[in-house]
Structures are given as structure tokens and as C-alpha cells.
């Protein structure tokens, strides 16, 4: 509160679980706030407090969700002036490093919360796909049957994957009647596979696992959480 009450605004880059605080203390010091993370049923709750007090908390601010809302709308609404009427509407997006520096089996490297990357790669998904709503399971986005290889340009061998509910930005981008709307997230070769292995030895999951004895190895961890998993 010490450090907000000073502030006109504060961006909000800690994990996306802790917004919470940082938003119930903007709301005490009437400051506003941007984050670059999820809209949660949490903020939204707050929204008659944050009306009342004149403020503007403001999310989904990053690459993705940021970046590619504000350059969907752009093209979204350039077509519909023009008289046209949007039927599919796919938006892919993904940090992904210069592919000289992709160079761990994941292709990938990590730009802000680790544990965030992979508590999204297990969330479920759901997409508009010819006017039926497709629903993907939790932990069910790197299946085989839901990633999909993606030309980007020749040189660049990228998939992509189901990301999120894609349903709720339809009427958010003003076409509530398009037919077929995914977002999806862009990954190199490798990191689905990586995950996939991930998911099979139980080291994604939120299950705590019990240890006989601690401190542990690694390879014990690795010992106890496949154990645990196959139980």
C-alpha cells in the first residue's frame, strides 16, 4: 500500500494468481492498474467497486491476450466497414525465440512466469469451429489430436495449439455470429512432445506428492511423482 498510494498507475507484472492483491490495494489507494494477464472471475467481481471509484483497471495487456486482441479488432473492423460479413476469424499467436537461440528440447525460452507457461499449457480449451463449439480437457491442448502444424513461412517448422476459451471474444470483437472463431497458441517442434512427456510422468500435475524422506534428489522426486501418477 506504502509504494500504490504514490502511483497514478500501476502495471502489475507479478503471477497472475497474486493481481488480486494488487488490485484490492490500487482499489484502497485509488490508483489505477494494468495487467497483462487473463481477465479472472475475481477482477470481474470487482468491477461495481472499480466503476464507483472512477478507476481503470485494465487487462489483457501483453502479447497474448494483448497484442493480438488490438491487431484482431484492427482487421475485424476494417472489413466490416467495408460491408463484409466475417464467418471465420482465426488468430494465432506465440513468443517465440530467434530459432538460432531456440536450442533446448523445448525450442522455446522462458519471457515471464515459468509456472505460468506450463499452468497454461494444462488449462482446457474451447473453440467455434463451423457454428459447434469444440471443447478440449484440461491437460488435453498438446494431445496429438490437437495440435496442428501451422505455415508460418517456409524455414519455420511451428504448430499450434487450442488456447483457452476463444468463445467469450467473439462478442468482444463484434462478430457474435461468426461461425468458426479459434485463437490458438504457436510453438516450435518439440515443445508439444516435451509436454506430452511432461503430462505422462505426472510432473505437471497440482496433486502433491508424499516423500518418505526429505530432503529428496531429483531423481527421487522424479521416482515418486511417476509413482504417484501411475497409482
Known amino acids: 500500500d506504502v509504494l500504490i498510494a504514490g502511483a497514478t498507475a500501476v502495471v502489475s507484472i507479478v503471477p497472475a494468481t497474486l493481481h488480486g492483491h494488487i488490485a484490492q490495494a490500487c482499489l484502497r489507494n485509488k490508483v489505477h492498474l494494468l495487467t497483462a494477464s ?22 489483457e495487456m501483453g502479447l497474448d491476450p494483448g497484442i493480438d486482441h488490438m491487431s484482431a479488432k484492427r482487421v475485424i473492423d476494417h472489413y466490416l466497414a467495408d460491408g463484409f460479413r466475417l464467418k471465420t476469424f482465426t488468430s494465432f499467436c506465440g513468443g517465440l525465440p530467434s530459432p538460432e537461440f531456440a536450442d533446448n528440447p523445448f525450442g522455446y525460452k522462458f519471457s515471464w512466469n515459468p509456472r505460468g507457461v506450463f499452468s497454461a499449457a494444462m488449462s482446457a480449451a474451447r473453440y467455434r469451429k463451423d457454428g459447434a463449439i469444440v471443447d478440449v480437457p484440461a491437460g ?41 472463431i479459434p485463437r490458438g497458441t504457436l510453438r516450435y517442434r518439440g515443445f508439444a512432445e516435451m509436454l506430452r512427456g511432461l503430462i505422462a510422468l505426472g510432473l505437471l500435475s497440482d496433486t502433491p506428492i508424499e516423500v518418505a524422506n526429505a530432503p529428496m534428489s531429483w531423481p527421487g522426486v522424479l521416482r515418486a511423482a511417476v509413482r504417484s501418477e501411475s497409482e
Do not use: H, K, W
Open 38 to 59: 487473463y481477465t479472472s472471475d475475481a477482477m470481474r467481481a470487482l468491477e461495481p467497486e472499480i466503476e464507483a471509484a472512477g478507476l481503470l483497471f485494465l487487462n
Open 140 to 180: 488435453q491442448a498438446y494431445a496429438r489430436e490437437n495440435t496442428a502444424r501451422f505455415d508460418l513461412c517456409p524455414g519455420f517448422e511451428v504448430f499450434c495449439v487450442p488456447n483457452r476459451d476463444s468463445t467469450t471474444y467473439a462478442s468482444v470483437y463484434g462478430v457474435d455470429d461468426v461461425e468458426t
